[in-house]
């Protein structure tokens, strides 16, 4: 099976740019996540979807940081405008229904923010 | 609310000996526990992970971990270095109930040498 696709694999773009980032989960993944790796920092949660409703998204930084998920299947996570402390590696993860169920990550998209 | 910490940031093995990397984690009850595996330009690879059951599970690659409740700890093993296994390496919980995030620990830059 395909796995998760993330694009683009990297973005550099100057403070006070917009960029989004796309993520595509497994098919039939309802479960799809977003996660942020600052340099030298642990991973960290940001939001999580069921289909194309937000079941948690109390980890998004702020409200520059945009996250929508149209009809149940492709991510999107914009970063409007942009700041310094953005840049890291963003990852997508989907999984199937259930606790015990693993997450399957992308390969991430690292922003760089100049 | 879980955490997990892992001792030490970086590990540093020869080849062929054994490899131990520490993961404790605190939780109310026991969670769901993961340990993923980060190679240089790749995403997160699931290693193995314990839901219920025996606690000493296996996964690839040759790495086991036991889940020690009275510890609270998920050590990972490998009885054998392989210069291959150089990587970074993140434990991770997620709690039982229904909706609960993964949360990482803060990874471990494991060095093999020669």
């Known amino acids: 099976e395909a796995g998760v696709t993330q694009f683009p694999s990297h973005s550099v773009i100057e403070k006070g740019q917009t960029v989004t980032l796309r993520c595509d989960p497994i098919s039939g993944h309802d479960n799809l996540y977003w996660y942020r790796r600052v340099m030298g920092k642990e991973i960290k949660f940001l939001l999580h979807f069921v289909k194309e409703s937000k079941q948690d998204e109390s980890g998004m930084p702020n409200n520059r940081f945009l996250a929508e998920r149209t009809g149940g299947t492709y991510s999107t996570l914009k970063v409007q405008p942009a700041e310094l402390e953005d840049s890291g590696v963003y990852f997508c993860?989907?999984?199937?229904?259930?606790?015990?169920?693993?997450?399957?990550f992308g390969n991430g998209t690292r922003l760089t923010v100049t | 609310a879980q955490s997990v910490t892992q001792l030490g940031s970086h590990v540093s093995v020869s080849e062929g000996a054994l490899v131990l990397l520490r993961c404790n984690y605190s939780s109310s009850v026991p969670p769901y526990l993961f340990w993923y595996v980060q190679y240089p330009n790749q995403g997160l690879q699931l290693l193995l992970k314990?839901?219920?059951?025996?606690?000493l599970v296996k996964g690839i690659n040759g790495f086991e971990a036991e889940f020690k409740k009275s510890e609270t700890s998920f050590h990972l093993t490998k009885p054998s270095a392989h210069m291959s296994d150089a990587a970074e390496y993140f434990c991770a919980v997620r709690g039982r109930t229904s909706g609960s995030r993964l949360t990482f620990g803060e990874g471990t830059q494991l060095t093999v040498n020669p």
């Open positions: 993860a989907s999984s199937q229904t259930g606790g015990a169920s693993p997450l399957h």
């Open positions: 314990y839901t219920t059951g025996a606690t």
